[in-house]
């Protein structure tokens, strides 16, 4: 398994140099002078030749690449325009929030959907099954701004449970930050009011960013678990007695589980990425309305933060996936 | 009485195009220490037979409109799924075909093991040795000592280790006897191997066959071999049945019935053996093709292809004795011993 770990992290190293080119590369390929946009709109050609040079981009193609990678390295990922920070500063403010956000998305979605998937396919065709169906369906089709919306008008409008938006109140003090997930941080406090607060304000952006990997989740694990019940052990672990629970929610669970790990994992990377819209519906303070923000400015330095970030932790959670599947799939760490 | 009496089973299974009559008169009876081969060809019903005694076919679609299985006397038949699991795995044990499939790849074969001889020891507190209050770490540590034991019994080296391993890190035949290691942990009096050598090679084969052959007489179980090979049954098996499209043609000591067969089908099964040694060319079949089940043909159902078919043969033949350790179902076949 060691072994098998270290492979893994090492393939990582390819794909982060293959994304930072990709991202260096977009950066300069994209219409439009950075130059020209620093210096301002009454710039002389000297000043935009002075500043080109100040900036480095006058150096070649390769050299521009390295300093920015070194510098990327160094935690130097440029300024943006729009808040006068450093991009990292940013990034580290921003990021916990998206984060948070969608790992208690993620969190749901599984403890919802694998269960849901394994009980459809015990009852395949009957009125359980049709019920999971039917919801998985509709939270499927349903956009997700829009399931947003409902939740706003339904949970905070009229009935008044929840806050309408945010991360947390603006007239409140969040705890200290230690991991940036202020749920985490206010239990670590000990402040068990905070927790609620910043509960509260997590529960419904989580559940609109949960309900379509939580329906894609139960169609897998249905669709897994129908077909691993039609396998050969099962036949012989019923021959020997075994119950169909046990059959069902150990032996057949983990061979139905390792398929629908890989949907996981890129459901988890995706949502990353995707998570612009329910950010912006419900004004969470996290990476997707940053790059929002970022691009309806053409604040180029946040933008290509965000894609390197993004782009990082999809590679990441997919190694997180492989080294779980390795767990679960014994087979998987010999190839 | 014997260990397994299963008399003018029939089995009817509900499909698209109707139902077709898959079993139509069955009949075995199988006493402790006896190998029984049940041979006859693809579709025959023997694997469906093997699966009734475990009552493993899901019905509906299947039903048992007659005949009667019985299991050391209790009515298999009339019995629930919580009575059949407390047969299964602790008095009848089963084997498959093909062992790559049959072990659950995601999980260590002791593990496995160890779930069997649990089950079978809430059923008999004695298959572990242990009484029934004892802890569930003292009866996972004593399942687990078991399925090593059972692991050295049938073979496999360095059990102690091996117990830990997953399956794809055994072979196909040392899988098989892993399976046959977790079939016989409940300490099972009867064991269903159905085509237990089929997906193995020769020399494989003459191993495994080799040591069910042993744990019968050691520990005086039953086995039901199912097979289309009759090498195989020619080789362990105390006794054979025969049976075509659903029906039990001929039963009876396993040298008597290989040596001289008696029904026209099993003549025609064993002429149709290649041999070593004979000439190029000369392989027999059987001609014409199994009945078509969902509309089988009245009387006896070889009928249309054998070559001594008389008018008589329209109405069903009876097993009846033929000599002293055989019956057969045919109106031609010799009486006398």
Same mark, same amino acid.
């Given at each position: 398994?060691?072994?098998?770990?270290? /492979?893994?992290?090492?393939?990582?190293? !390819?794909?982060?140099?293959?994304?930072?080119?990709?991202?260096?590369?977009?950066?300069? +390929?994209?219409?439009?002078?950075?130059?020209?946009?620093?210096?301002?709109?009454?710039?002389?050609?000297?000043?935009?030749?002075? +500043?080109?040079?100040?900036?480095?981009?006058?150096?070649?193609?390769?050299?521009?690449?390295?300093?920015?990678?070194?510098?990327?390295?160094?935690?130097?990922?440029?300024?943006?325009?729009?808040?006068?920070?450093?991009?990292?500063?940013?990034?580290?403010?921003?990021?916990?929030?998206?984060?948070?956000?969608?790992?208690?998305?993620?969190?749901?979605?599984?403890?919802?959907?694998?269960?849901?998937?394994?009980?459809?396919?015990?009852?395949?065709?009957?009125?359980?099954?049709?019920?999971?169906?039917?919801?998985?369906?509709?939270?499927?089709?349903?956009? /997700?701004?829009?399931?947003?919306?409902?939740?706003?008008?339904?949970?905070?409008?009229?009935?008044?449970?929840?806050?309408?938006?945010?991360?947390?109140?603006?007239?409140?003090?969040?705890? !200290?930050?230690?991991?940036?997930?202020?749920?985490?941080?206010?239990?670590?406090?000990?402040?068990?009011?905070?927790?609620?607060?910043?509960?509260?304000?997590?529960?419904?952006?989580?559940?609109?960013?949960?309900?379509?990997?939580?329906?894609?989740?139960?169609?897998?694990?249905?669709?897994?678990?129908?077909?691993?019940?039609?396998?050969?052990?099962?036949?012989?672990?019923?021959?020997?007695?075994?119950?169909?629970?046990?059959?069902?929610?150990?032996?057949?669970?983990?061979?139905?589980?390792?398929?629908?790990?890989?949907?996981?994992?890129?459901?988890?990377?995706?949502?990353?990425?995707?998570?612009?819209?329910?950010?912006?519906?419900?004004?969470?303070?996290?990476?997707?309305?940053?790059?929002?923000?970022?691009?309806?400015?053409?604040?180029?330095?946040?933008?290509?933060?965000?894609?390197?970030?993004?782009?990082?932790?999809?590679?990441?959670?997919?190694?997180?996936?492989?080294?779980?599947?390795? +767990?679960?799939?014994?087979?998987?760490?010999?190839? | 009485?014997?260990?397994?009496?299963?008399? *003018?089973?029939?089995?009817?299974?509900?499909? %698209?195009?109707?139902?077709?009559?898959?079993?139509?008169?069955?009949?075995?009876?199988?006493?402790?220490?006896?190998?029984?081969?049940?041979?006859?060809?693809?579709?025959?019903? #023997?694997?469906?037979?093997?699966?009734?005694?475990?009552?493993?076919?899901?019905?509906? @679609?299947?039903?048992? @409109? #007659?005949?009667?299985?019985? %299991?050391?006397?209790?009515?298999?038949?009339?019995?629930?799924?919580?009575?059949?699991?407390?047969?299964?795995?602790?008095?009848?044990?089963?084997?498959?075909?093909?062992?790559?499939?049959?072990?659950?790849?995601? %999980?260590?074969?002791?593990?496995?093991?160890?779930?069997?001889?649990?089950?079978?020891?809430?059923?008999?507190?004695?298959?572990?040795?242990?009484?029934?209050?004892?802890?569930?770490?003292?009866?996972?540590?004593?399942?687990?000592?078991?399925?090593?034991?059972?692991?050295?019994?049938?073979?496999?080296?360095?059990?102690?280790?091996?117990?830990?391993?997953?399956?794809?890190?055994?072979? &196909? &035949?040392?899988?098989?006897?892993?399976?046959?290691?977790?079939?016989?942990?409940?300490?099972?009096?009867?064991?269903?191997?159905?085509? @237990?050598?089929?997906?193995?090679?020769?020399?494989?084969?003459?191993?495994?066959?080799?040591?069910?052959?042993?744990?019968?007489?050691?520990? &005086?179980?039953?086995?039901?071999?199912?097979?289309?090979?009759?090498?195989?049954?020619?080789?362990?098996?105390?006794?054979?049945?025969?049976?075509?499209?659903?029906?039990?043609?001929?039963?009876?000591?396993?040298?008597?019935?290989?040596?001289?067969?008696?029904?026209?089908?099993?003549?025609?099964?064993?002429?149709?053996?290649?041999?070593?040694?004979?000439?190029?060319?000369?392989?027999?079949?059987?001609?014409?093709?199994? @009945? *078509?089940?969902?509309?089988?043909?009245?009387?006896?159902?070889?009928?249309?292809?054998?070559?001594?078919?008389?008018?008589?043969?329209?109405?069903?033949?009876?097993?009846?004795?033929?000599?002293?350790?055989?019956?057969?179902?045919?109106?031609?076949?010799?009486?006398?011993?």
């Amino acid at each position: 398994m060691l072994r098998y770990a270290i /492979r893994r992290i090492l393939l990582l190293a !390819p794909v982060l140099v293959g994304l930072s080119i990709i991202v260096f590369a977009i950066a300069r +390929l994209l219409p439009g002078d950075p130059v020209q946009l620093a210096a301002g709109p009454q710039a002389t050609k000297e000043e935009i030749a002075s +500043l080109s040079r100040e900036l480095g981009l006058d150096r070649p193609l390769l050299t521009q690449y390295w300093s920015y990678v070194t510098g990327l390295v160094a935690g130097d990922w440029g300024q943006s325009i729009l808040t006068r920070r450093p991009v990292w500063e940013d990034l580290r403010i921003y990021l916990p929030a998206t984060l948070e956000l969608v790992v208690v998305a993620m969190g749901i979605a599984i403890a919802v959907g694998m269960p849901a998937g394994l009980v459809s396919a015990a009852y395949a065709n009957r009125w359980p099954d049709y019920l999971s169906r039917v919801l998985a369906l509709g939270a499927i089709s349903a956009p /997700r701004f829009f399931l947003g919306l409902v939740m706003q008008l339904v949970f905070a409008m009229w009935l008044a449970w929840l806050p309408l938006g945010g991360r947390f109140p603006i007239v409140d003090i969040p705890p !200290p930050a230690v991991t940036g997930f202020l749920t985490l941080d206010a239990l670590i406090a000990r402040d068990g009011g905070a927790f609620w607060l910043a509960l509260k304000h997590l529960a419904m952006p989580a559940l609109a960013l949960s309900l379509s990997p939580l329906a894609t989740i139960t169609r897998m694990m249905r669709a897994s678990t129908l077909e691993a019940m039609t396998q050969d052990y099962v036949l012989t672990a019923r021959a020997l007695g075994l119950s169909r629970r046990l059959i069902l929610f150990k032996y057949v669970a983990k061979n139905a589980a390792s398929a629908t790990l890989t949907v996981i994992g890129l459901y988890f990377g995706w949502l990353l990425a995707g998570t612009v819209l329910v950010e912006t519906v419900f004004d969470w303070p996290g990476v997707g309305l940053y790059a929002t923000k970022a691009i309806a400015t053409q604040d180029f330095m946040p933008l290509m933060g965000v894609t390197l970030i993004c782009g990082a932790l999809f590679t990441l959670v997919n190694l997180v996936v492989d080294l779980a599947y390795g +767990l679960i799939n014994p087979k998987a760490r010999y190839a | 009485m014997a260990l397994v009496e299963i008399e *003018n089973l029939h089995l009817a299974i509900r499909a %698209f195009e109707g139902e077709a009559q898959v079993l139509a008169g069955v009949d075995l009876a199988i006493e402790r220490g006896e190998i029984w081969g049940l041979v006859g060809e693809t579709g025959c019903g #023997k694997s469906l037979t093997g699966l009734s005694i475990s009552r493993l076919v899901s019905s509906p @679609p299947a039903r048992y @409109p #007659k005949g009667a299985i019985r %299991f050391d006397g209790r009515d298999i038949l009339a019995a629930d799924e919580a009575e059949m699991r407390k047969l299964r795995g602790r008095r009848i044990g089963m084997i498959f075909q093909d062992p790559t499939t049959n072990l659950n790849p995601a %999980f260590r074969v002791g593990e496995q093991m160890i779930d069997v001889a649990l089950h079978a020891a809430r059923v008999d507190a004695s298959v572990l040795g242990l009484d029934a209050k004892a802890s569930a770490r003292a009866r996972r540590a004593a399942a687990r000592a078991l399925a090593v034991r059972l692991l050295e019994r049938v073979g496999v080296a360095r059990a102690a280790e091996r117990v830990d391993d997953y399956p794809h890190q055994f072979s &196909g &035949g040392m899988r098989q006897r892993v399976l046959i290691a977790m079939a016989l942990i409940g300490k099972p009096d009867l064991l269903i191997a159905d085509e @237990p050598t089929t997906a193995l090679d020769v020399s494989v084969q003459a191993q495994i066959l080799k040591l069910l052959h042993e744990l019968a007489r050691e520990q &005086g179980l039953a086995i039901l071999l199912i097979t289309h090979n009759l090498g195989v049954v020619a080789q362990i098996a105390s006794h054979v049945a025969v049976m075509y499209a659903g029906r039990v043609v001929e039963r009876g000591a396993a040298r008597a019935v290989l040596k001289a067969p008696a029904h026209p089908y099993t003549q025609a099964l064993i002429a149709s053996l290649p041999r070593a040694g004979a000439a190029r060319g000369s392989l027999v079949g059987i001609p014409g093709v199994v @009945p *078509n089940l969902f509309s089988p043909p009245a009387g006896c159902r070889f009928a249309p292809r054998c070559p001594l078919a008389v008018a008589r043969c329209g109405e069903a033949p009876p097993l009846e004795a033929a000599g002293a350790a055989r019956e057969v179902a045919c109106w031609r076949a010799e009486r006398a011993a």
